[in-house]
């Protein structure tokens, strides 16, 4: 059996300040950077043979806070694959940026830790309340709006994604990228957000639209799971 670690980040400073976010790229606060470094001593002890996160900062500070609790002792390093139409498919810094990034020798190779990053993992793009302030969001709108808007299963907020939307990126990645990587015997461990994570959380555990209403993914929190061919199955901590 594999296992798949699942942590959404820590308090980011739009947490904290009661903003929706979404795509916007704002760091941990404080608090977030704790919550990380104790969800990376509740993992330290299980082996990790790669590791996946978003796009956005807060996902990868707190990979990286995690990763820097555990007891394996490699070395996480960010991979950047070549594009399907290859590098001249890209700018010239794009490209750059990618066969710069090579590890050219094998000298530690085996202390390595690939660390891939998704924009399949993002969180949920709120679309046209992204930097609104919550409070002031349920007084226009109405606290049942906001809701509806928050938690419903295929109702996206003005310009943005639902729920459902985010699992049409998320459980793609997850069946083509993670399931395989996780058949081949690796652990793999997942830095991500509230929704990508309820996305697959939700489809892990074959939740019903109704069910996932309720799915709360608390930050900084670990949750493991076991894969084998026979299915999925909790693992407690």
Same mark, same amino acid.
């Given at each position: 059996?594999?296992?798949?670690?699942?942590?959404?980040?820590?308090?980011?400073?739009?947490?904290?300040?009661?903003?929706?976010?979404?795509?916007?790229?704002?760091?941990?606060?404080?608090?977030?950077?704790?919550?990380?470094?104790?969800?990376?001593?509740?993992?330290?002890?299980?082996?990790? !043979?790669?590791?996946?996160?978003?796009?956005?900062?807060?996902?990868?500070?707190?990979?990286?806070?995690?990763?820097?609790q555990h007891n394996g002792g490699k070395t996480?390093?960010?991979?950047?694959?070549?594009?399907?139409?290859?590098?001249?498919?890209?700018?010239?810094?794009?490209?750059?940026?990618?066969?710069?990034?090579?590890?050219?020798? !094998?000298?530690?190779?085996?202390?390595?830790?690939?660390?891939?990053?998704?924009?399949?993992?993002?969180e949920r793009m709120y679309?046209?309340?992204?930097?609104?302030?919550? !409070?002031?969001?349920?007084?226009?709108?109405?606290?049942?709006?906001?809701?509806?808007?928050?938690?419903?299963? !295929?109702?996206?907020?003005?310009?943005?994604?639902?729920?459902?939307?985010?699992?049409?990126?998320?459980?793609?990645?997850?069946?083509?990228?993670?399931?395989?990587?996780?058949?081949?015997?690796?652990?793999?461990?997942?830095?991500?957000?509230?929704?990508?994570?309820?996305?697959?959380?939700?489809?892990?555990?074959?939740?019903?639209?109704?069910?996932?209403?309720?799915?709360?993914?608390?930050?900084?929190?670990?949750?493991?799971?076991?894969?084998?061919?026979?299915?999925?199955?909790?693992?407690?901590?």
């Amino acid at each position: 059996m594999s296992l798949l670690i699942l942590m959404r980040h820590g308090q980011s400073m739009w947490n904290a300040a009661q903003l929706f976010t979404g795509w916007v790229d704002v760091p941990l606060t404080n608090v977030g950077i704790q919550e990380a470094i104790a969800g990376g001593k509740q993992i330290a002890h299980l082996d990790i !043979d790669e590791v996946h996160v978003s796009t956005l900062i807060r996902a990868q500070m707190t990979a990286m806070l995690a990763l820097a609790q555990h007891n394996g002792g490699k070395t996480p390093v960010f991979r950047y694959p070549e594009p399907e139409g290859g590098l001249s498919s890209v700018s010239e810094n794009e490209a750059r940026m990618i066969e710069w990034a090579q590890v050219r020798g !094998d000298a530690g190779a085996a202390d390595l830790l690939p660390v891939h990053v998704s924009w399949q993992l993002n969180e949920r793009m709120y679309g046209d309340l992204q930097g609104l302030n919550k !409070d002031a969001t349920r007084a226009k709108y109405g606290e049942e709006q906001v809701h509806i808007w928050r938690r419903s299963f !295929d109702v996206p907020p003005p310009s943005g994604e639902s729920l459902k939307l985010t699992a049409e990126r998320t459980i793609p990645y997850l069946d083509s990228t993670l399931i395989p990587s996780l058949q081949s015997g690796n652990n793999i461990f997942v830095a991500a957000h509230g929704n990508s994570l309820r996305s697959i959380i939700m489809h892990i555990e074959g939740l019903s639209e109704e069910e996932v209403l309720s799915l709360e993914v608390p930050t900084g929190q670990p949750m493991v799971y076991h894969w084998s061919d026979t299915g999925w199955k909790r693992h407690d901590l």
